[in-house]
């Protein structure tokens, strides 16, 4: 074993190399097809084309005022907006990992993306009852503020209660998560039961999850709140490695455990809140990226997090894609995509944590 170690340090940082070096291509593949394919076809030369004339570069391609109109007002914001959350989501789950120490934490599973739901949905429904002229002081972030509530205190709560004693409990943390979401369902089916129905349109969105309401606004209110967390994430990258070894022995090498785990905890409620603000519970992202890219890569969150990052956006992309094409003219919820792959996902990770193998 300790004669193949040479060999087998060199493997990983190639694969790593490799790795981060074909995501970004691969993401921009998806953001072609994602603009391109539709009810309205616009080949890849087009797009380049229309983007290019926004900044006054001018190609070769051709294409009408419809496709421009198409990919500038409807594809591109939901493509955006695809990239933010699908990033923002894949990055907070890896963060959460560390942070937790087990491989099971994602947002869905253990009540953080529906506690955020919850506090959109609450807004939505009694906002005004509170008062009047809460929703015109705040505009287009009062929603988003209320979902990062709701996540940052499912999140509190769920790490005082898995972290108890210094030791992460993934038991604890799960049958937390479980009641959590048990909890959120029930005051939703409360505020569902007086809702109006333009409400309940709101409420069957949030829970769902889709990309479908992606535009310029929702990209502006929620950038700022996904973007910070983004590039802040990377500041805690070896604290994330040195907790994986206990909180004891990080803070030995000088990592200020409790300032790292209270902005850890801040920044991914605010990331997973906006998130949920704008698209809904997007569930599985957070737990498939993190594991998919580790099992590449390896655990150092100096790659980890930029690369789920891009990972998550690649693969929330493709399943928005799938969302509205597989069924067109009608489009999935891309909550039933996401899930339809990220269940097997889980499964398989659950039968490997019962075999005592932890990627």
């Not at 959460?96 to 955020?116: C, E, K, T, W, Y």
């Not at 000088?254 to 790292?260: L, M, Q, Y």
């Not at 992202?285 to 594991?291: D, E, G, T």
């Amino acid at each position: 074993m300790a004669g193949s170690l040479p060999f087998i340090l060199p493997m990983r940082g190639i694969a790593r190399s490799i790795t981060l070096t074909v995501l970004p291509a691969l993401l921009l593949l998806v953001v072609l097809l994602s603009a391109g394919i539709g009810a309205m076809g616009i080949q890849p030369g087009q797009v380049l084309a229309i983007l290019g004339d926004q900044v006054g570069l001018h190609l070769p391609w051709s294409y009408d005022d419809g496709q421009a109109g198409v990919l500038l007002a409807i594809r591109l914001p939901r493509i955006c907006l695809g990239i933010l959350i699908g990033g923002g989501l894949a990055a907070s789950g890896a963060a959460m990992q560390g942070l937790f120490r087990n491989p099971l934490a994602d947002p869905g599973l253990i009540g953080v993306s529906s506690g955020g739901a919850l506090g959109a949905i609450s807004v939505l429904v009694l906002g005004g009852t509170f008062s009047a002229s809460l929703p015109s002081l705040l505009g287009i972030y009062l929603v988003p503020a209320a979902a990062f509530i709701g996540s940052l205190i499912v999140t509190v709560m769920v790490y005082r209660l898995a972290s108890a004693r210094g030791q992460g409990s993934v038991a604890t943390m799960l049958l937390t998560g479980i009641a959590i979401n048990a909890m959120a369902g029930a005051i939703t089916g409360v505020l569902t039961f007086v809702a109006t129905d333009a409400q309940l349109r709101s409420i069957t969105f949030w829970s769902l999850g889709s990309l479908g309401g992606g535009t310029w606004e929702a990209v502006a209110a929620s950038a700022p709140f996904i973007l910070l967390p983004l590039l802040l994430f990377p500041r805690y990258a070896a604290a994330l490695n040195a907790l994986t070894l206990g909180e004891e022995t990080a803070g030995h090498v000088g990592i200020d455990v409790d300032r790292t785990k209270r902005a850890l905890v801040v920044l991914t409620s605010l990331a997973v809140g906006s998130s949920v603000a704008v698209a809904g519970v997007i569930g599985f992202i957070p737990l498939v990226a993190p594991h998919l890219l580790r099992m590449l890569i390896g655990p150092d969150h100096r790659f980890l997090l930029g690369g789920s990052a891009l990972l998550g956006a690649i693969l929330l992309l493709g399943a928005d894609l799938i969302a509205r094409t597989l069924v067109a003219p009608a489009e999935l919820p891309i909550g039933i995509v996401t899930a339809g792959i990220g269940a097997p996902f889980f499964l398989w990770l659950l039968m490997h944590e019962r075999g005592g193998q932890v990627l």
